[in-house]
């Protein structure tokens, strides 16, 4: 047999959005002081919704039943005479419920504040874009005949570098096997634990180092990096690359601090 | 209409042609004056607009500015036949946006805490409606993910920063906000 | 809204949101005036927009009417489109054309020959930004392609003509340059 209720809110059942909006339709409802919730009343219509809803097979969300059994213990605690008077005031046993109650209440009114500025706001209407075309700015190229000029001249300088100094290009060929990352990262270690800010291009500048020993120096950084020791930043395409030493530390690997062989 | 400058009607002019909200740098750079000046010169359009005998007027959203019609004109806009209507947010949505809006970035397990159910499905849908946004993790263990409100919330609901919310009734307990675990 | 100042703000919001352009029959319908009413009614719009200090005007298409920018405001709607990023060129370009501007027309072998590195790529977007181009092959083995700088590279770097090059010093010239070999 359905009861009153359960015919009375049929309609109502599907729309609560929780426990705590269920609560305070009862609230509203029995036109009660949220302060002083009569917990045995409204436990008791809590429990007649959810019977009601089992009664037309709606799905109870488990949030429902936790808020069932959380108000059946603060009934039996109202209930049970108090044994002793205790010194201190004793905790109200529904004062968390009532500060959970006031917070979603708080919320809730406010949905009503969006909900309003949104059926005004929907009165507002906007118009398409126009088709803008992209403009290009292609001859907007940043140059200097200055720049041109000492490029060429580095990029010959270099050239005659490499091509008259056979001695040095042999010390080159055989530096290059000795670049070992580890001993990389513990030369940048060395140079950071000064505290000072480091410019990668002039610690490996190709100029006087090996492309591989600037290459792997660039791995070193970038080790060093992520173990935390140093962080770095670049301002501007192929710009500077600074190398700042760092507190943040994280467990350093010791196999990198270990003498090479 | 007060006296409109030639400035302003670049402005108009290309507040029309956007569309969309455009920039208060994009504005300065166009009418060429520094951002302190283009401020105060939107407000005094905006001001304007607003007074003026127009059908349309001038939002602001964040760092940005949009015309739009006036809300009293959508009865005859409608007329026209061609507006779309808005599919309307539903009470779980609304709840969850003013949770979000007001402490944002929040997690989940705090929206979640405060509406007293599950809410993993109405932010999907708030994100995939673009009202709200993933807004990195939080720093408490397990590093949650945070959400937070997008500048569609801000245009859908009418405010032109998030300074604009109403401000939330703080007399009734005032701890309470503290007390809410966030696990 | 009787008077014709509110039929004007109601007109302007329509045009607005239609985007489009509306049929004389449709704002005579959405105004609640006849067709005639309604022509002379627009004829007045389209005088005052035209006269007053706006940014936009309204366009007439034969029954219909259209909101617009003004003409003479094109040049700072332009400025709304979204410009291509401002490029510096690449150290690599640089050093590629500086190689290409002093021994024009010069083989890309030679190039990569000074410069110590595969230089295909860089090549080719020189030429894509027009800033070199193909100029006939070399009588050497293989007839490699020769290149050379263009007119534009000349406009972008402000010279009149490849004298304006700015002068090497002869003592900056390593002899070795002559004997760059060329397979």
């Known amino acids: 047999m359905k009861s009153a209720l359960t015919n009375a809110c049929t309609l109502k059942l599907e729309n609560f959005e929780g426990p705590f909006d269920l609560l305070f339709y009862l609230i509203e409802k029995n036109q009660i002081d949220i302060y002083d919730i009569p917990v045995v009343v409204i436990t008791d219509q809590y429990l007649d919704y959810l019977n009601a809803m089992q009664e037309l097979d709606l799905e109870i969300a488990s949030e429902f039943l936790v808020m069932a059994s959380t108000l059946l213990h603060i009934k039996s605690r109202m209930l049970l005479p108090e044994r002793e008077p205790v010194e201190e005031e004793a905790a109200d046993p529904r004062e968390e419920l009532i500060i959970k109650l006031l917070e979603y209440k708080k919320y809730k009114e406010y949905s009503k504040v969006l909900s309003e500025r949104e059926e005004k706001w929907s009165k507002v209407h906007y118009k398409l874009p126009e088709a803008i075309p992209e403009t290009f700015a292609e001859n907007e190229i940043e140059v200097s005949p200055v720049i041109l000029r000492s490029c060429f001249l580095e990029v010959l300088k270099r050239y005659r570098d490499k091509m008259t100094d056979v001695s040095k290009k042999m010390k080159r060929i055989l530096d290059h096997e000795k670049v070992s990352l580890r001993a990389k990262i513990r030369e940048l270690l060395g140079l950071l634990k000064k505290g000072i800010k480091i410019c990668f291009s002039k610690v490996y500048n190709t100029r006087k180092k090996s492309r591989l020993e600037v290459a792997t120096g660039f791995l070193a950084v970038l080790e060093v990096v992520k173990i935390g020791y140093a962080t770095v930043e670049q301002h501007a395409d192929f710009g500077e690359i600074y190398v700042t030493p760092c507190d943040k530390k994280k467990n350093i690997d010791p196999m990198i601090l270990a003498e090479d062989d | ?183």
Do not use: W
């Open chain 2, 1 to 183: 209409m007060g006296s409109i400058t030639d400035t302003e009607i670049i402005i108009e002019a290309v507040l029309f042609a956007s569309g969309d909200p455009v920039s208060l740098d994009k504005i300065a750079e166009i009418i060429g004056h520094d951002r302190k000046t283009t401020r105060v010169l939107m407000s005094n359009l905006i001001y304007k607009y607003q007074n003026a005998s127009r059908g349309i007027m001038i939002r602001q959203i964040d760092d940005g500015y949009q015309l739009c019609t006036k809300p009293e004109l959508d009865e005859y806009i409608q007329k026209l036949g061609t507006v779309r209507k808005r599919q309307g947010l539903t009470p779980a949505a609304y709840e969850t946006l003013s949770i979000i809006a007001y402490n944002q970035p929040v997690t989940r397990a705090y929206i979640e805490q405060v509406r007293g159910v599950n809410s993993d499905s109405v932010i999907q849908k708030l994100i995939e409606r673009n009202l709200i946004r993933e807004a990195g993790r939080d720093d408490s263990p397990g590093k949650p993910k945070l959400y937070e409100t997008t500048e569609e919330f801000l245009r859908v609901f009418g405010f032109s920063s998030l300074k604009d919310l109403p401000p939330l009734e703080m007399n009734d307990i005032p701890e309470v906000m503290e007390n809410v675990p966030l696990d």
